[in-house]
């Protein structure tokens, strides 16, 4: 059974370091590898390949890190599964891939589908979902999912028939940011997922440079909502609504190692752009002195806006390279990821949203029901169940006797006045005025029976029509099985099990870190000495160790000048490219639009809050 208590506490975003291992072409080239991963405490420690070999490495300590030997069931299970977890429960949670181009951030998304054993977080997501459904048998849930991608600063519907239409972001205070007229469809297990999925990858943006043959030239972001409908304390239905968003970043590009050119430098410079704006908001939130968060700065923070310090429970999965020639950007992500780690969520159970769309699924399914009931209580309604009644037979004797006996007596008066004379008239007559009567009477009872028949025939097709309505509607509806006590007891206690590890590890690592704290105490610390030798002794100890940390201090400020450096010349020449763009379209107004039509054009345009800073 799925149950949870909202959380009001805040809880920072968890971070995990993953390190692919070394590519055919950096051994090939005898590359360097200068990161190094102890899994136990959770460090990664990364080497300067210019510094002199006694420097000591770079420490950085994380949540839980993988080396190159990870199984990709393993980092599901340690970094996805609590928080698809917590969406069953109605939280809203997030899982993103950050890092430079060519670190495996979509194999540790989406890995590859054959073997199975190589499939990444999302397609084990989708299994995971069903099968915590099929063993709850006490909820009604329905599932949709939704994928679209941020390409070169539009936002594209992957699952549209025009995949390359843009839309719009629109923003309120029940949905917060959301993506207008966006294509969301209803799934019944985890193979119509997949397909969801896979549809919408071959609309995806990719594209080969000379760091990744297949690489992303869009931010994807896969979007899966769980509406869930139990019985409260009270007695009535309470429903709740988790969204799950997993998330593929693209990686951040150096046009000298990539070698794009054309259309790959350009969405490399808005790859970069979206990223940089990414990392300003993790700088400013985690700064004290920052009154100012910029999610407004691009589509992609926007939309990740309430997983960055909002309602949200979020995971980060940095991709790093274990080469030498990649040493500034792993070590650009990984002072990114060790911000991202003192980023606050507050996250909370979403009970009773205003929009679910379960609440209109079972509304309608009452509706139908009581239309069935109330179709089934009509004897007429009732009385076709079996075969239809035949058509009715009538002759012309039936409809003598049905006329009067007032009538019958003046015919036989009649008759009998006018035996013999008036035999030749009275036949054709007689004979003629018979066929008048049966001729009104006639047309009138069919058309009453026909309008009879009429009422039973449709009455007859919308009881199958609304049958196979409801059964569509409740279809839809996903409801556990009540047999899989067993599965669900055993799944229990491997989780426990896991729990256990989990506390463990983060326990071992506790104390790592409390350890380095004494280490750093017992240095400032006065200490007596039973000799003059004894004294010089130590404090020659003490004095490398100082010195070793002065230089890792040195070293740290030098690789921050040079990250910082880096980043101006980026800035710089992305700067001169927009005042290149900006000259040509100034070129091209002045020189091909009339001064009228662009007045007009001018006067036409209006701000809207809605768009991105600087869009009409």
């Known amino acids: 059974m799925i149950s949870a208590k909202g959380k009001k506490d805040p809880e920072c975003v968890k971070v ?25 405490t959770g460090e990664v420690s990364v080497r300067n390949p210019e510094s002199d070999i006694k420097e000591a490495p770079k420490p950085f300590t994380f949540d839980q890190v993988f080396d190159s030997n990870c199984e990709q069931e393993h980092v599901f299970q340690t970094t996805a599964q609590p928080i698809v977890d917590s969406v069953l429960q109605g939280y809203n949670g997030t899982v993103f891939a950050y890092g430079q181009t060519g670190t495996g951030k979509t194999h540790t998304m989406e890995g590859l589908w054959d073997p199975p054993e190589q499939r990444g977080i999302i397609p084990r997501s989708f299994a995971r979902i069903f099968s915590e459904i099929d063993d709850t048998h006490d909820q009604n849930f329905l599932v949709r999912a939704s994928f679209l991608e941020i390409y070169n600063e539009e ?19 029940d949905r917060g940011v959301y993506v207008k007229d966006l294509t969301s469809y209803v799934v019944k297990g985890a193979t119509e997922m997949e397909n969801v999925l896979l ?28 509406e869930s409908s139990a019985e409260g304390s009270d007695g009535s239905r309470h429903i709740r609504a988790g969204k799950l968003n997993l998330v593929d970043l693209a990686g951040s590009e150096r046009q000298s190692k990539t070698g794009a050119t054309g259309d790959r430098l350009k969405e490399a410079t808005k790859i970069n752009l979206s990223l940089s704006a990414l990392g300003n908001v993790i700088s400013a939130l985690v700064d004290s002195k920052s009154h100012h968060i910029p999610y407004r700065d691009s589509k992609l923070t926007r939309l990740l806006q309430d997983s960055l310090g909002g309602n949200t429970k979020t995971v980060m999965v940095a991709n ?4 030498d020639y990649n040493y500034d950007e792993t070590i650009s992500t990984l002072r990114y990821a060790n911000r991202a780690k003192n980023i606050k969520n507050k996250p909370k159970i979403n009970e009773d949203p205003k929009d679910t769309m379960l609440r209109e699924f079972q509304e309608e399914i009452a509706r139908l029901k009581s239309m069935l009931e109330s179709q089934q209580n009509d004897p007429e309604v009732r009385g076709v169940q079996g075969r239809p009644d035949p058509a ?5 004797q039936e409809m003598v006797k049905q006329m009067s006996n ?4 003046n015919i036989h008066h009649e008759l009998e006045e006018q035996k013999l004379a008036l035999q030749a008239v009275r036949e054709p007559r007689e004979k003629s005025r018979r066929n008048e009567t049966l001729d009104d009477v006639r047309p009138k009872i069919f058309a009453k029976r026909k309008e009879t028949e009429r009422k039973k025939r449709s009455a007859r097709r919308s009881v199958p029509t609304d049958m ?17 006590e067993e599965a669900r007891r055993r799944e229990e206690e491997l989780a426990r099990a896991q729990m256990e590890l989990e506390r463990r590890r983060e326990e071992q690592q506790r104390l790592s870190e409390q350890l380095r704290e004494q280490v750093g105490e017992t240095l400032a610390m006065e200490e007596k000495y039973a000799s003059i030798q004894e004294e010089v002794q130590a404090k020659t100890k003490k004095l490398k160790k100082i010195w070793t940390r002065y230089e890792q201090a040195r070293a740290e400020a030098e690789d921050l000048r040079r990250e910082n450096q880096i980043e101006r010349e980026d800035l710089l020449q992305t700067i001169r490219e927009s005042d290149q763009s900006i000259k040509l379209l100034s070129l091209i107004v002045q020189n091909f639009i009339p001064d009228e039509e662009r007045m007009r054009i001018e006067s036409l345009c209006e701000w809207s809050p809605d768009d991105d800073p600087g869009t009409f």
Request: net charge positive; charged share 30%; hydrophobic share 35%.
């Open 392 to 396: 009715p037979q009538f002759t012309g």
């Open 468 to 484: 196979s309505k409801l059964q569509a509607m409740q279809e839809k509806v996903v409801v556990g099985s009540a047999n899989a």
């Open 16 to 40: 995990v370091v993953r390190c692919r291992p070394m590519s055919r072409r950096e051994v090939e080239d005898t590359r360097q590898q200068i990161v190094s991963i102890n899994i136990d």
């Open 155 to 173: 936002v594209r519907d992957l699952l549209a028939k025009d995949p390359k239409n843009k839309l719009d972001l629109k923003e309120d205070n």
């Open 320 to 323: 790093i390279g274990p080469a």
């Open 199 to 226: 549809a919408g990858k071959k609309n995806r943006s990719v594209g080969a440079t000379l760091m990744n043959q297949d690489s992303s030239r869009s931010h994807s972001i896969f979007t899966i909502v769980i």
């Open 406 to 409: 007032k009538q019958l007596e």
